[in-house]
């Protein structure tokens, strides 16, 4: 469906690739929440109270990842703009505020802007400020759920060159399988002298990696526990989110911070049409994988996606890298 609106930006909502892979949201929250051990998928924290709290994150102590970022880009803009095509149409993959692609669009670089979220009203706000502030580029956007996959719907063959920016991190959330599916879906949009922009945290020392998604000021627990407020809209499910615990824990084997919701005491949960959720006290429901991907794994991540040209900016003593990552010819005409 493409819904466009007279002097606003074109919205197009990407539609699941075919029944088979359609996610209902309810169907989707009480086979999580019923599943061993209960789980919560992390896009359910972006309501709209969930997406205030992102950005509340984002300026924590605490929450060191979006400094780390801006530092790289600030050091390397330079000779990352050597690399990167003018005229772009320019793909922002999880788009949040959109605050990030403004350097781009400072730089003169980008003729389109093309926001993809699941968070609809966050979105359209990103695509009315743009608009007012940049009038000579054009800003469309995607409503779209990742984990269905890229739905694009743009041709594969772009009239310009493309770039495709997925900041903050975020491809950290995918389990690594998928997150290997979803950037070749993006190279499947690409053609030689276009680049994904993809920034990738890493391991760091253990206590500065806990609190980040454990500040002192209880932002990201008030983040994580809000989910449970969206659980109860979605299904109309019982939670009692005072009954629960926010908790971050770093899993070294797997290498990924997992935010979990700990029930502190026992209780039963209905889930709606029925079904009960049981916990025992200090059983959990996981929300969050955030993986920390050391450089030679996430350049196989990007490697097993296709991408055969790539280099890394990073900054001394800082596990976070921003990748720009392209194709060359042949793996073009694969
Ligand atoms: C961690 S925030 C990052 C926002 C911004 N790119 C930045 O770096 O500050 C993740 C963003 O991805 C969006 N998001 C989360 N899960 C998603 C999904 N499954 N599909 C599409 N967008 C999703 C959220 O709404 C949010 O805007």
Redesign the pocket.
Known sequence: MLDTLQHAPRVAHGAPPSTLQWRDACQELRWGLLATPPSIA??FL?DAHG?AL?EAI?TLPEYHL?RVERAILDRHQGAMLQLLPRGAELIDI????GA?ARRWLDAGIVRRYIG????ED?LREVLRRGRQRYPGVQFDGVV????WGLQLPLPREAERPRIFWY??S?IGNFEPAAATALLAQMRAHMRPGDALVLAVDGPVEHARMVHAYDDAAGVTAAFNLNVLNVVNRTLGASFDATAFRHRAVFNAEASRIEMHLVSQHAQAIALGTGQVLRLQASEHIVTEHSYKHAPARAEQLLRGAGFDQLQRFGIDGEAYGVYLARIGHAESER
């Not at 993809?116 to 968070?119: G, K, N, T, V």
């Not at 779209?144 to 984990?147: C, E, G, P």
């Open positions: 992390p896009k972006y997406c992102y984002t979006p999880g788009s949040g505020d990030k993809l979220d699941i968070a966050w779209t759920d990742l984990t900041p903050g975020s």
